[in-house]
C-alpha cells in the first residue's frame, strides 16, 4: 500500500484538489464488514452449497447439483404451499390496510378520549404471537369455542374455522389481521398528521363531500405511506410462522401450509437440509420479487405525487 | 404412596440377600458394584412427560446408592427430538443418555450408529442385576430395542398401548353395550350420537400425522402388515383402504365437528366434557380422566381393550426407552443410570402414579405392585389385556415423520369428502421415493 502512495505525487500535481489518499475509513469498516460476512454473507453462500447437495443429517452428503430445485416443481406439497402462502399473504395485507385506513381516519378526527383509545386499539400488536395463538385457538373451538356461542347469539349457524379445509386461511387471516392492524394505523396516522389543511378548505368552499374529500385529497396524499405499512405487512405475513404453527400446525391435511411451514418440517423434521435449502433459496427470491415490485410500484406513486404538486 | 412401593432400601436389601446366599454355598454371583462409578458427571436428556418427571423426582436416590451426579433436562418433545438429531450427527453430543421415541427414532438411530451397545453390560454381573434380563422385557419392547443383529442398543422404558376410553353414563343412558367388534363400535357410536344436544358416539385423532397413531391401529385390525419382506410399504393396499373407509365413518358421522383439526388434546378434552362417548387414544391419559380439576367423568370412565376389526384384535404400541451415547465417555456409569431407571422400583413408581406402563412383565405382573396402582383397576386391566394383543402401531422405517405428514394428509382430506383409496395412492406416490431415499443413502 505505502507502495501505491509513493506514485502519486505526479497525480497530485495534474488534479490538486483529486488528490489520491489511502482511504482512511478501513479500520472503521472492518468490524461491521466482519460481521456483516459472518452472520448474513456466509449464512447465505452456505445455504446455496447445501441446496446443491444431498444433504441428510445422519447420511454422508453427495453433490447432487440442481436436484433440489428439480424436485420442486414436481412436488406436490411445495406447489400447493406456493398456494397457501399467496393466498394468505394477500388477505393478511389488503385486510389490515383497508381497517388500518379507516381506523387512523377515525383516530385522526378529535374527540374526547382519543388518545385512551388509541392506546386500547394498538394493545393486540403489544401481545405475544404465540400467547395470542394459543387464546384464539380455544376461541375457534367448534364446540367449546366462544366464536360459535357469539355467531348463535345473531342467529348463524356454527362455523368450523381453523377446523376445516375450506375456512382455515380467512381464520388464520383473521388472528393476523386483529394483530397487525394497529401497526398500519399508526403509520398512517402518521401520515395523515403530515396533510397540510389547506386543501381540505378549498375542497369545503368548492362543496365536496367527506367521501371526495377522502377519495381525492386524503387517499393520494397518504398513498406513500399506505406503501409503506404494505411493504411491511407483506414481508411480515409471507414469512409469518408462529401463528400459523401454534393453531395449526398446517392442518388440517395440509389446508394452511405455507412455504414457511414446509420448510420448518423438511429441514428440521425430515432433517433433509439439502431439500430444505433449496426451499429457503427460492423462498428467498420469492421475497425479493415481492419486495422489488412494490419499491417500483412505490417510485411510481412518488412520481405522480410530485407530478400532481407542481 | 408409600404402601406398595419398592423403595431403594428394599432393593439394596435384596440385593444383600443374594449376596449372603452366595455366601452360605450357592453358586458364587458377583454383585453390582453400584458405587464403581461414583464421583462421574452424567448429562441426561429427557422428554418433556411424566417419565422425565419420575426420573427426575427420585434421581437423589440413584445419586445416593451410586455416588453418580445426573445433570437432566427436559425439553418439549419435538424439540427434544431434534436437538438429539442434531448433537448425535455431529459426533459430540453434550448427553450420555438420551430418552428416545422408539417410533419414530429407532430406525434412524441404528443407521446413524450413534447409540452403544448393551448387550455385553447386560450380560456382566458386575454391571447388571440378576433381575435385569432381556426375557423380562415385553415382545415390543425387545423388537423396539433390538438391531438386525441382536445387540441391545437401550433399556426399553415405558409402553403406550392404544386402549377405548368410554363414557359409562352415556353407554347406560343410551342403553349401549360396550363393543366388543369394529361393526358393534359403529352401531353403537350411532346410537350415541345426538347432534342436537351436541353429544357424539366417538372422538379421535383427526389432525394430520397425529392421526396416523390411531388410523394404524385400524389398519393393523384390518389384517394390514407395514412392509414387505424387501422394505416396500404397504399402506395403500385393500386393508388401507378399508381401515381408512371406518375411519372416515367414525369420524365424519358420529364425532364432533371439526374433529378434522383435533390432536389428542382436543380429543381429550370432548371426552372429559361429556361431549363424546368414546375415545381410542393411548393409555397413559387416566390421570387426566380421573382428576376432577380436568375432568366431569371422573369415576363414569369405562376402560377396555380396542375392538376387534374384520381380521384381528391388536392394540398399537408406541414406546420409549434409554440409550447411551455411543460417544459418551462414561458409558457403564451411564449404563448402570439407564438400568436404575427401568428398575422395579422406578417402574412401579411410573406404573402406579399412571405415568406410564414398564416394559417389563415382571413389573406389569407383579401383584404387589399392582395392588398400589391408583388408576382404577380396570384400567390395570386393559393395560394387562393390551399387552397381549399388542404390534407395533407405525412402519420401523428412517423416514417416519414424512410417512405421518404424508399418509396423515391424504387420512385428513377423506374426512372433507375425498375418496380412501384414491387419496392413499396420491400419498404413496409420494411417499415411496422418500422412502426409497432414505434407505438408499
Known sequence: MSGVTQTTPAAAEAAPEREWRPPSYWPFVVPALVVVLAVIVFPWLFTIWMSLNQWKVGSPTTFVGLANYVRLPNDPRFVEAVGHTILYTALSVLLPLILGTFAAVVFHAKFPGRGFLRGVFIMPMMATPVAIALVWTMMFHPQLGVLNYLLSLVGLPPQLWVFHPGTVIPSLVLVETWQWTPLVMLIVLGGLAAIPTEPYESAQIDGAGVWQMFRYITLPLITPFLF?????RMIDAVKSFDIIFAITQGGPGSASETINLYLYSVAFIYYDLGYGSAIAVVFFLLIVAMAAMMLHMRQRTLWTEIGGGA | MTDHMISRRTLLAGTAAAGALSLTGFPARAE????????????????????????????????????????????PEQQQRQKAVIELASGKPSFDVIHLSYHVQKRQFEKGGWL?????????????????VESDFSAAGLQYARNDKGQMLSLPWSVDYFILYYNKEMFQKKGVAVPKTFDE?????????????????????GLRNANMTLWTNF???????????????????????????????????????????????????SFTQGRSAMWIDGVCWAPPLE??????????????????????????????????????????????????????????RLLQAGGGVPFRNSILNDP???????????????????????????????????????????????????????????????????LERSEKA
Request: proline share 5%; charged share 20%; net charge neutral.
Open chain 1, 228 to 232: 409503506i405499512a404494505g411493504m411491511i
Open chain 2, 32 to 75: 453390582v458394584q453400584w458405587k464403581k462409578y461414583a464421583g462421574t458427571k452424567l448429562e441426561v436428556i429427557l422428554a418433556k412427560g411424566p417419565r422425565g418427571d419420575n426420573l427426575q423426582k427420585y434421581i437423589k436416590e440413584f445419586t445416593e446408592l451410586t455416588g453418580i451426579q445426573v445433570e437432566s433436562e427436559q425439553i
Open chain 2, 116 to 132: 452403544a451397545d448393551m448387550s455385553g453390560y447386560m450380560k456382566d454381573p458386575n454391571l447388571t442385576a440378576p433381575d435385569l
Open chain 2, 185 to 205: 363400535m359403529v352401531a353403537a357410536a350411532e346410537k350415541l350420537t345426538d347432534a342436537k344436544e351436541g353429544t357424539f358416539g366417538f372422538v379421535g385423532r
Open chain 2, 219 to 269: 389398519f393393523l385390525n384390518c389384517g394390514g402388515e407395514f412392509l414387505d419382506g424387501k422394505g416396500g410399504i404397504l399402506t395403500d393396499g385393500p386393508e388401507a383402504i378399508e381401515a381408512t373407509k371406518l375411519y372416515q365413518t367414525l369420524l365424519t358421522k358420529v364425532a364432533p365437528p371439526g374433529v378434522a383439526g383435533f390432536n389428542w388434546m382436543e380429543s381429550m378434552a
Open chain 2, 291 to 348: 382428576d376432577p380439576a380436568a375432568s366431569r367423568i371422573v369415576g363414569k370412565v369405562g376402560y377396555t381393550v380396542v375392538p376387534a376389526g374384520p381380521k384381528g384384535q391388536y392394540s398399537a404400541t408406541y414406546g420409549d426407552g434409554l440409550g447411551i451415547a455411543a460417544a459418551s465417555k462414561n458409558k457403564e456409569a451411564a449404563y448402570l443410570l439407564c438400568q436404575w431407571a427401568v428398575s422395579k422400583a422406578q417402574g412401579a
Open chain 2, 368 to 434: 404387589e405392585i399392582q395392588k398400589g396402582v391408583k388408576m382404577p383397576k380396570e384400567w390395570l386391566q386393559s393395560v394387562i389385556d393390551s399387552a397381549k394383543i399388542s404390534k407395533l402401531g407405525l412402519p420401523v422405517i428412517i423416514p417416519v415423520a414424512e410417512f405421518r405428514d404424508l399418509v396423515g394428509a391424504a387420512i385428513t382430506s377423506t374426512l372433507a369428502g375425498a375418496d380412501p383409496a384414491a387419496e392413499l395412492k396420491k400419498a404413496h406416490e409420494q411417499f415411496r421415493p422418500i
